[in-house]
């Protein structure tokens, strides 16, 4: 059975983001409201007309109940589906669904957390399963380098490699005034940083970070009436293959190949066709494998591609132009973030706007590898 998506029917019609970097005096709740609340306005709509919310908060089991209390909302429907950081890319294929089924006509999406401020450790409370943890792994990070330390032994990737994925985060961010760190960094500093589980160190983690996300999907022909610039969503899809990294058959090939793929047949595109793509990297391995699964280089490939600067500012395949979670923010979550920038470079009013951009991928992941979740977005020139 083939996929059946709304293509272009649907669009991002306001976005935001607040706090990011270290805002004190917040609780993760209320950076969400103030990204929420942003969004809308960006939209040109007001808050009564908002009748589905989704979200996904670290901290709080019931968020879809706190965030439509907190709001003052009765929404139609809310979702707080957690699979981590793809869930957002989740929502806005359940969102795109409901819109083009007329089941809801406004949805707000948004994620928001304190986690620097509020002490800089995992809000959400998560531990390996029974038959990890008597290895006692560090969660999340030991999975992520038992897939870096795999992809090495079969493809020869390299520290140095890794370190690349780094550098180009940094460059990027450099040139964002939103972006926490700003900072030089080089190929030394990512080399010598120390090690917390080989071969992952310091630098090859992300960061830290507070901050909210919004955004704000309507069907496209009302969005075209709004003020700002409509992103439509062309095509998202949603892939699981485990929840541990160790019931994986190959730890060097995530879900990823499936919701990529699912998601540029919905949109009618092939990798070579995306200008830019925004990829979560809460670690510089998952850049690497996520270029390879998506298809942007070959299986086993990924570390020498990123090394030729092709993803760095200049390149061939721009990727996390915002400085992604590396270097732009990470509270806790980074998927919206991803999508924002995204829509934020169709609409040409990103940081670091590249030129000319019609298509965009945004990438989310969950979990140790475990969740992977797709979207396409495209100027309204692709509709």
């Known amino acids: 059975?083939?996929?059946?998506?709304?293509?272009?029917?649907?669009?991002?019609?306001?976005?935001?983001?607040?706090?990011?970097?270290?805002?004190?005096?917040?609780?993760?709740?209320?950076?969400?409201?103030?990204?929420?609340?942003?969004?809308v306005e960006d939209a040109g709509l007001t808050l009564p007309e908002v009748d589905a919310l989704f979200i996904c908060q670290p901290d709080d089991f019931f968020a879809g109940l706190s965030f439509?209390?907190?709001?003052?909302?009765?929404?139609?429907?809310?979702?707080?589906?957690?699979?981590?950081?793809?869930?957002?890319?989740?929502?806005?294929?359940?969102?795109?669904?409901?819109?083009?089924?007329?089941?809801?006509?406004?949805?707000?999406?948004?994620?928001?957390?304190?986690?620097?401020?509020?002490?800089?450790?995992?809000?959400?409370?998560?531990?390996?399963?029974?038959?990890?943890?008597?290895?006692?792994?560090?969660?999340?990070?030991?999975?992520?380098?038992?897939?870096a330390a795999r992809h090495m032994h079969e493809f020869g990737t390299t520290r140095e490699d890794l370190a690349a994925v780094a550098l180009a985060a940094r460059a990027w961010a450099s040139t964002n005034p939103e972006a926490f760190a700003?900072?030089?960094?080089?190929?030394?500093?990512?080399?010598?940083?120390?090690?917390?589980?080989?071969?992952?160190?310091?630098?090859?983690?992300?960061?830290?970070?507070?901050?909210?996300?919004?955004?704000?999907?309507?069907?496209?022909?009302?969005?075209?009436?709004?003020?700002?610039?409509?992103?439509?969503?062309?095509?998202?899809?949603?892939a699981t293959w485990w929840n541990s990294v160790a019931q994986s058959k190959d730890v060097t090939v995530t879900a990823a190949k499936e919701s990529g793929a699912r998601a540029m047949a919905m949109a009618g595109v092939a990798p070579s066709d995306i200008q830019t793509a925004q990829l979560y990297d809460a670690f510089t391995i998952n850049t690497v494998l996520f270029l390879e699964d998506l298809g942007f280089c070959p299986k086993g490939e990924g570390g020498r591609f990123v090394s030729s600067g092709a993803i760095a500012p200049g390149g061939s395949l721009p990727v996390n132009t915002n400085g992604g979670g590396l270097s732009c923010c990470h509270p806790g979550m980074y998927g919206l973030f991803a999508v924002i920038e995204a829509a934020r470079q169709i609409r040409g009013v990103a940081a670091n706007q590249l030129p000319g951009i019609d298509l965009a991928l945004a990438h989310g992941n969950g979990g140790t590898l475990s969740s992977q979740a797709t979207v396409i977005l495209g100027s309204m020139a692709t509709i």
């Not at 998506?5 to 709740?29: C, D, H, K, N, Q």
């Open 1 to 39: 059975m083939g996929d059946i998506f709304p293509r272009g029917r649907t669009a991002i019609a306001g976005l935001a983001t607040f706090g990011v970097g270290e805002t004190p005096g917040y609780s993760s709740m209320e950076l969400t409201a103030k990204a929420a609340l942003l969004a």
């Open 68 to 147: 439509a209390e907190y709001l003052g909302l009765q929404p139609r429907y809310t979702d707080n589906n957690r699979t981590g950081g793809s869930a957002f890319m989740s929502h806005m294929a359940s969102a795109a669904l409901m819109l083009d089924a007329g089941y809801i006509d406004c949805a707000l999406i948004a994620y928001g957390s304190n986690q620097r401020s509020n002490g800089g450790k995992l809000a959400t409370k998560i531990t390996h399963n029974a038959w990890d943890a008597p290895y006692a792994p560090l969660f999340p990070l030991t999975s992520y380098a038992l897939a």
């Open 182 to 238: 700003r900072g030089p960094l080089t190929m030394e500093d990512c080399l010598c940083a120390r090690m917390i589980s080989t071969p992952i160190s310091v630098r090859d983690c992300c960061l830290v970070t507070d901050g909210a996300a919004a955004i704000v999907m309507t069907r496209t022909d009302r969005a075209r009436d709004l003020p700002a610039a409509p992103v439509p969503l062309l095509g998202a899809a949603a």
